[in-house]
């Protein structure tokens, strides 16, 4: 009797030890897991800059907030992904917190403008960038299209093509060298005849849409398709049949690449 309740005690607390262990090990092992919650889901110190930043701001981005959400559902889906951005302005930061760890370019028109932003937010990756177009150009800029030979779809590439007038040439190497997954065309400006326009912007994205190497199709997000010009060009370039989603201002295109369609020459880019 005696050996036998000694045995009794002697397992119960060797018993209790284990529980006691594994007690130990599961409450370390819930506390590694928050702590790895805490750490994925807990914004950045950019992010944080954000939030203050349009906390304290009275100006507000130029898409409002139906138009800006078409975008965020994709990069939601997308992110962090390859996103290029036509234009810098007071969205542009949050355009880059909204694709965390993915690669936002901001491509500006005016030198000056570029310095100004990156002083107050040096977290931007933007370029001062030179377009060849004139908006009051943009009618004889079909023309050109349909009878030049290097703006052909089959034929169409950006990188040094001097001979097609709407494709962008003499922009920063990764402009050419980064297959987009998001692009979105905001600017240049487009509201006076010597503006540039967006013209050669919209046929660029088509064009690096269509040469797209890897899987799935590029966003394309064009705004202020209220004015001639956006919509004329996006009509000719960008497809109606690729038209995903209209709000307000702004259209949102979902382009294949070329391999994965037919191509004719004769009938354009759509």
């Known amino acids: 009797m005696p050996i036998t309740i000694a045995g009794f005690i002697a397992g119960t607390i ?5 529980i006691k262990t594994a007690d130990y090990s599961i409450l370390c092992s819930l506390a590694k897991t928050r702590s790895i919650a805490v750490e994925e889901y807990s914004a950045s110190p950019v992010q944080l800059q954000a939030i203050i930043h349009y906390a304290t701001s009275s100006i ?3 898409q409002n907030f139906k138009e800006i959400s078409v ?3 994709v990069l939601k889906k997308r992110s962090p992904c390859n996103f290029l951005v036509f234009g810098l302005g007071y969205d542009s930061l949050m355009w880059t917190n909204l694709n965390p760890n993915g690669n936002t370019i901001f491509l500006e ?5 570029v310095q100004s932003v990156l002083k107050d937010a040096p977290i931007l990756q933007a370029h001062a960038v030179k377009y060849r177009t004139e908006l009051k150009e943009a009618d004889d800029l079909l023309i050109h299209y349909r009878s030049e030979p290097s703006c052909y779809p089959s034929k169409a590439y950006l990188r040094g093509n001097e001979k097609c007038r709407l494709a962008l040439t003499g922009f920063p190497d990764e402009f050419y060298d980064t297959e987009w997954d998001l692009i979105m065309i905001d600017a240049p400006r487009g509201y006076f005849p010597e503006a540039p326009g967006r013209m050669a912007a919209i046929f660029s994205a ?11 199709v590029t966003h394309v997000f064009l705004h202020d398709v209220n004015r001639r010009v956006e919509k004329v060009f996006a009509e ?7 038209l995903v989603k209209s709000e307000g201002r702004l259209w949102h295109f979902e382009i294949p690449p070329a391999s994965n369609t037919s191509s004719d020459d004769s009938a354009g880019f759509c």
């Open 14 to 18: 060797l018993i209790s030890s284990f």
């Open 236 to 242: 000719e370039f960008l497809c109606r049949k690729y």
């Open 109 to 113: 028109e005016d030198p000056k403008w």
């Open 206 to 216: 088509a064009v690096m849409a269509r040469n797209r190497k890897g899987s799935g």
């Open 60 to 62: 507000v981005p130029q």
């Open 71 to 73: 975008t965020f559902d």
